[in-house]
């Protein structure tokens, strides 16, 4: 398997994968887990993928298999910022406002949003390989733009999984229950470390750990 990263602008030098990637997304978080935010019969995408989200997918034998979205926390796209802030200022649906106990807007703490790992990907030790793929390229672009520390709102499992794969993640908020799939989910934070093994798929991984519990959650826009 292999890593590609880039931004809107450079969506021209990778073919269809951003539209595979919003496929796949489509696939899990609305056909799945029956999600009520923004898609079509092909691809979820939504106010978030805009000039200002960077993104890490990952690719077995040329197709999309997972991938993970970021921007700083200091993005500003029309009347949006990024998820987590949103949510506090009332502009997300199904997140409550108390999801974090500090808002950030700093160019050194990055949000990361949509991670998937397709359910093609059986293989526990092939899904954590994945997870660290996506999270090194996110980190790696991070780190090019002052970014320090990776926030997300996850399932409270990523935290172990990310921790099985050298990283030190720590919940910022107290969790809350999603009212479209009836998960448990939690704001977390971590380190940009360089932590990620060079061969993450010989760590010992359950099953747990699966794609189900590698999602990071959204919620539709309040109109």
């Not at 969506?11 to 079509?40: C, N, S």
């Not at 921790?163 to 908020?173: A, E, F, K, N």
């Amino acid at each position: 398997m292999e890593k590609i990263t880039f931004n809107l602008t450079e969506l021209h030098k990778h073919g269809t994968a951003f539209f595979e990637f919003l496929a796949l997304r489509k696939q899990f978080f609305v056909d799945q887990l029956g999600w009520d935010i923004p898609h079509d019969d092909d691809v979820e995408m939504d106010q978030y993928d805009n000039p200002k989200a960077y993104y890490s997918l990952v690719l077995k034998d040329g197709k999309v298999v997972a991938g993970g979205r970021a921007m700083a926390t200091t993005a500003q796209w029309g009347s949006h910022t990024y998820m987590l802030r949103d949510a506090v200022e009332g502009k997300i649906i199904g997140i409550p406002d108390t999801i974090v106990n500090e808002v950030e807007v700093t160019a050194s703490v990055w949000e990361c949003t949509r991670v998937v790992v397709s359910s093609e990907i059986k293989d526990p030790s092939e899904s954590a390989e994945c997870l660290a793929l996506i999270v090194k390229g996110l980190a790696e672009q991070a780190l090019e733009h002052s970014g320090t520390e990776l926030m997300a709102l996850s399932r409270p499992s990523l935290l172990r999984a990310l921790r099985r794969i050298g990283y030190s993640p720590r919940t910022i908020g107290e969790p809350y229950v999603n009212s479209d799939d009836g998960r448990r989910y939690v704001a977390m934070s971590m380190p940009l470390i360089e932590a990620v093994a060079e061969k993450p798929h010989h760590m010992p991984v359950t099953k747990a750990t699966h794609r189900p519990n590698h999602s990071l959650v959204h919620a539709p826009v309040k109109l």
